[in-house]
């Protein structure tokens, strides 16, 4: 079964502060997502990754950053968290670009302060 | 722009009835279409469709892709409690998947 980590599921912050939210596949996919979902809007992307070191922004990227310096990892980063960012955060992997199916993290919900 | 619009956003219905729920859309480079449900968390995969008017089943939920009209429709049949869920659509282009927002359902005993 693939598995998808994602290392904390309620998270609170303070405007301004530095946030991390870390998301780790053990299934060797090449591809890993983050999405925020938030109500009304659905899932959104915010930034893709096709490879280690390699990043795509999605949608909404504004805000936020990404480093993917190891293959299962996938870091998203709020440089300085906003109460607008207040969301839920999941994070998702697939096999390679153009398969499909992409398997998701249990969710982060941040709370901005 | 690509979209994709789900309908209806809400059903409330009673355990043993059977519902449609539907996703059009209009994207660019389509691929492919993916059912997804969402109870508390994490989205779990349910269905990928490529092909027009080819049912895919899985238990009491099938659905069914018509490329020519540019809609998806999931249904499922003697639902129950356990079917409570938000269910998303949504299309692949080249490279990413693109939500819908979901369609909300609750079904009572």
């Known amino acids: 079964d693939v598995k998808v980590t994602q290392s904390s599921r309620y998270l609170v912050k303070r405007t301004g502060e530095k946030v991390f939210l870390e998301c780790v596949q053990d299934?060797?996919?090449?591809?890993m997502f983050w999405y925020r979902q938030d109500p009304g809007l659905g899932l959104r992307l915010i930034y893709f990754?096709?490879?280690?070191?390699?990043?795509e922004k999605g949608d909404i990227p504004e805000g936020y950053s990404v480093s993917r310096e190891k293959k299962e990892r996938f870091s998203l980063i709020l440089e300085s968290a906003s109460t607008n960012q207040t969301s839920m955060y999941l994070c998702?992997?697939?096999?390679?670009?153009?398969?499909?199916?992409?398997?998701f993290g249990p969710g982060t919900r941040l709370l901005v302060l | 722009e690509d979209k994709v619009v789900q309908s209806p956003l809400s059903l409330v219905v009673h355990e043993g009835d059977t519902v449609t729920l539907n996703c059009s859309y209009e994207?660019?480079?389509?691929?492919?279409l993916l059912w997804y449900k969402q109870e508390k968390k994490a989205p779990t995969f349910l269905f990928m469709l490529?092909?027009?008017?080819i049912e895919k089943k899985s238990g009491r939920l099938s659905s069914i892709l018509d490329k020519k009209e540019l809609f998806s429709i999931l249904n499922i049949t003697a639902t129950q409690t356990g079917d409570s869920a938000v269910y998303l659509c949504?299309?692949?282009?080249?490279?990413?998947?693109?939500f819908g927002t979901g369609t909300r359902l609750q079904v009572f005993p």
């Open positions: 998702a992997s697939s096999v390679w670009t153009g398969q499909e199916t992409q398997y």
């Open positions: 299934m060797d996919h090449e591809n």
């Open positions: 990754s096709y490879d280690v070191k390699m990043k």
């Open positions: 994207v660019t480079n389509f691929r492919s």
């Open positions: 490529t092909s027009s008017g």
């Open positions: 949504a299309p692949y282009n080249t490279d990413k998947l693109i």
